[in-house]
Nanobody, 123 residues
């Protein structure tokens, strides 16, 4: 049974940082692309960043480019996203997700999802 568990969310002031973690179990992470997504109240789920399965290539949404960094630790079946210079508009529930092979920021292409972790950026 595949399970993804996100952690690391919380309340942070504008300009602050958070590091979200995603623990995967029930599969070997090596063969999966990893995506981080977010969903704010009343908005559609949007892709934030993704990382490929083989070479660790990365891709970011324009809204987070230069501020967020995605990474993966296949040996420990973990994924991370480091979020710096956070803005109030980054407030959302953040999800990690997995899909075989190629990476994409299209959420409909992902097979496995975590339950999400809340990130709130507010003074």
């Amino acid at each position: 049974q595949v399970q993804l568990v996100e952690s690391g969310g919380g309340l942070v002031q504008p300009g602050g940082s958070l590091r979200l973690s995603c623990a995967a179990s029930g599969l070997t992470l090596d063969y999966y692309a990893i995506g981080w997504f977010r969903q704010a109240p009343g908005k559609e789920r949007e892709g934030v960043s993704c990382i490929s399965s083989l070479h660790g290539s990365t891709h970011y949404a324009d809204s987070v480019k230069g501020r967020f960094t995605i990474s993966r630790d296949n040996a420990n079946n973990m994924a991370y996203i480091q979020m710096n210079s956070l803005k109030p508009e980054d407030t959302a529930v953040y999800y990690c997700a997995l899909k075989p092979a190629t990476m994409t920021l299209r959420p409909e292409e992902y097979d496995y999802w975590g339950q999400g972790t809340q990130v709130t950026v507010s003074s």
